[in-house]
């Protein structure tokens, strides 16, 4: 049984490990941002559906 091999390859698949994990979370965190941003848009617009006329018109009196 060759030790620093074995030792060299658990490293290496730790490492591995370690770097997707960090991937994924980064993926999770991008997803979670984008989700809010879909609420948070689906939110306005619902604003505007039930009240059409807020906000769609200004009147300036000179």
């Known amino acids: 049984m060759n030790i620093p091999e074995l030792s060299t ?6 490492l591995t490990n370690q770097v997707g994990i960090a991937v994924l979370d ?4 991008s997803s979670e941002t984008a989700g809010a941003s879909l609420i ?5 617009s619902m604003e ?11 009147d300036l009196l000179a």
Do not use: F, W
């Open 9 to 14: 390859t658990l490293a290496n698949v730790n």
């Open 26 to 29: 980064k993926a999770m965190e």
């Open 40 to 44: 948070n848009m689906m939110d306005r």
């Open 48 to 58: 505007l559906s039930v009240n059409p006329h807020i906000g769609s018109n200004l």
